[in-house]
């Protein structure tokens, strides 16, 4: 009788034991129910706007050399040279302008014959419509040209799963001090 009320016992704590792992959905982050909430084709397109400010040198610097070939120096380009930046990015483009974000991330220069930089970089909002939001661009920067087009292959907060294209437009170039203000376009599709 004892043996018997035993596996009893033991047939119900397995029973209990399955149902639990039933009852309990094994998807527990809110992420995994925003995903499945997703509708194909429900993808909506933002139009974003800035300016992004580039110091490498001076009192309010925000991109520092992390690395460079022993032939960065004798190349016209900069061939090698990577930096790592946290550059401000604003409303207006002014540095005094409202400040909307950060870009962070390395670019570093990729052409041997015309100056191009390859970015890998996170656009972060910290105000405005898109605080708390990001995304990133990974591509090739020819700086030189009047616009440079780059594509945005992901990222967070409203910008999950996003894709999209970033148009780049020199502001200003100044040789002696170095900073760059460029001016940004961009199209994100996103859900
Ligand atoms: C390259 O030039 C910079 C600045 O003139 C200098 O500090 C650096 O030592 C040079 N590097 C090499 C590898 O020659
Ligand atoms: C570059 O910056 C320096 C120092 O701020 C300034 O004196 C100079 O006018 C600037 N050059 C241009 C072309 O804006």
Known sequence: MGKQLLVVVFF???????????????????????????????EKVSHLHFYFHDTPKG???????????????????????VMMADDPLTE?????SKLLGRAQGMYGSAGQKELTLLMVM?????????KGSSFSIMGNNPVMHPVRE?????????FRFARGVAMA???????T????????DAKILHF
């Open 59 to 81: 009192r309010s610097q925000s991109s520092v050399q992390v690395a460079q070939a022993p032939v960065t120096n004798q190349s016209a380009t900069f061939f090698g040279a």
């Open 169 to 175: 437009k020199t502001y200003i170039f100044n040789t």
């Open 12 to 42: 119900f704590m397995s029973m209990i034991a399955f149902t639990g792992a039933e009852s309990k959905p094994w998807k527990t982050r809110p992420v995994d129910d925003w995903r499945d909430s997703l509708v194909p084709g429900k």
């Open 150 to 158: 780059m594509p945005i292959v992901g990222g967070t907060g409203i």
């Open 122 to 130: 996170a656009y972060s909002f910290t105000s405005g419509k898109y």
């Open 177 to 184: 001090t170095g900073v760059a203000i460029v001016e940004y």
């Open 92 to 96: 207006g483009p002014e540095p005094t």
